[in-house]
């Protein structure tokens, strides 16, 4: 059975979507495990980890913006984002030009906290990391996952994936700030 | 920051691992909707229908072996495989030869189900499928994601991929009897 207009075969469309299904639980549950003992001293889960980081890089984002770039329930995002402001490190507004959505904000204790965490990274307890290490040896980089990044800007949208590369640029600058910081120390 | 013997700079470090890890939760958010709503009507959750997957991909295998192919705590692989004997799915048994561990075999009423969940695979549902299709218009073939595989052959081991990718020859064939079957229809 080939679907004449794409070429392709439903057993090629099976197994491609059962691999990447399979390979994705596999990377997701090794970054997962790495990624909550990274933030475990500073008392903070994936997703609330993951909205401080938003409203680090996007200044003044609104609660569905978190869901969206976030991957999570407007309801996560919302639950979450109350709990950071109620520990100090968000603060909730409205815009004046608009009055129906919520707007939350980094405070300095926020900033201060973020900082802190990426400061305490180690790349020698992160999996993913040293399991690139092989190709960063043998092709000088780290993979770039053009091909992962080319499928969800299908499936997230164009949006999605400028913001995501834009909040790495944002972290480049960052990133050498600190480091300058710590190699003063 | 440079380490020396392996020349990445820290910052290098950190920025591939947290792109890695935001790109692989997107990823799998995505996966996991599409996997769920796949096998809804069969009443299973994606770890039964991975254990399933792996019942009937090795036949008679341990619970340790479930947990480690299927990226699950030994409980989870254990209280799963267990609904799924209570369900008539899969057996247990011990071998002569290894009293210590507990084995399970996929039933012809759980080969039943596993196939027919197979047969209702629909690719248009399936968005890492969708969001693929371009690089197959470009490329005239499906990503071979060998970048992740690389990544998690380190992480999980060579038993781990070898193992994964048998399986995937085995659904070649067995697909291909099943494409006949419902060709014949």
Redesign the interface.
């Known amino acids: 059975?080939i679907d004449q207009k794409?070429?392709?075969s439903?057993?090629?469309?099976?197994?491609?979507?059962?691999?990447?299904?399979?390979?994705?639980?596999?990377?997701?549950?090794?970054?997962e495990k790495?990624?909550q003992h990274w933030i475990k001293p500073f008392d903070l889960n994936?997703n609330e980890h993951?909205i401080l980081w938003i409203a680090h890089h996007l200044k003044g984002v609104s609660i569905s913006e978190i869901a969206k770039y976030g991957?999570?329930h407007v309801s996560t995002a919302f639950n979450f984002s109350k709990k950071l402001e109620e520990r100090g490190l968000l603060v909730f507004s409205k815009k004046e030009d608009d009055k129906r959505n919520t707007y939350v904000e980094i405070t300095p204790k926020g900033e201060e906290t973020f900082i802190q965490i990426?400061e305490t990274?180690d790349?020698n307890t992160?999996?993913?990391?040293?399991?690139?290490?092989?190709?960063?040896?043998f092709y000088g980089k780290?993979?770039d996952?053009m091909?992962?990044?080319?499928?969800?800007?299908?499936?997230?949208g164009k949006d999605?994936i400028d913001t995501?590369e834009k909040s790495?640029e944002h972290?480049?600058q960052e990133?050498?700030e600190i480091?300058n910081k710590?190699?003063k120390k």
């Open positions: 059975m794409n070429e392709y439903i057993k090629e469309a099976f197994i491609f979507s059962q691999r990447m299904a399979l390979l994705s639980k596999a990377l997701w549950k090794s970054v790495d990624w994936i993951h991957v999570m990426m990274f790349p992160n999996a993913v990391f040293k399991g690139a290490l092989a190709i960063h040896d780290f993979p996952a091909e992962i990044i080319t499928i969800l800007r299908q499936i997230y999605f995501f790495f972290i480049d990133f050498t480091e710590v190699a």
